[in-house]
């Protein structure tokens, strides 16, 4: 059985920094893609980065140059560090492990910024 667990989210001031942390429980962990999601009071849940396991990175256009996701194969963890964070980044952020066609979530860790 597949499970994440997201830590590290919590209230931050415009303009700081959060590290989010997603511990997989996972034996194929290292060819699998790890996303971290986000999702607004009233709006739907949207991708924010994306890791595969070679290391290629994706980034949603409103958090490109302020966020980076990385990853660590030995410790099966991804890691969303956020800086420079804007109210509009405030939401529910949820992990994700995606392997060939299953994907499988972590249970979210709220992030607010206050302006």
């Known amino acids: 059985q597949v499970q994440l667990v997201e830590s590290g989210g919590g209230l931050v001031q415009a303009g700081g920094s959060l590290r989010l942390s997603c511990a997989a429980s996972?034996?194929?962990?290292?060819?699998?893609?790890m996303n971290w999601y986000r999702q607004a009071p009233g709006k739907q849940r949207e991708l924010v980065a994306s890791i595969t396991g070679a290391g290629t990175t994706n980034y949603a256009d409103s958090v490109k140059g302020r966020f980076s996701i990385a990853r660590d194969d030995v410790e099966h963890s991804a890691y969303l560090l956020m800086n420079n964070v804007r109210p509009e980044d405030t939401g529910v952020y949820y992990c994700?492990?995606?392997?060939?066609?299953?994907?499988?979530w972590g249970q979210g860790t709220q992030v607010t910024v206050s302006s």
């Open positions: 994700s492990l995606r392997f060939i066609l299953d994907e499988y």
């Open positions: 996972m034996k194929f962990f290292r060819v699998s893609i």
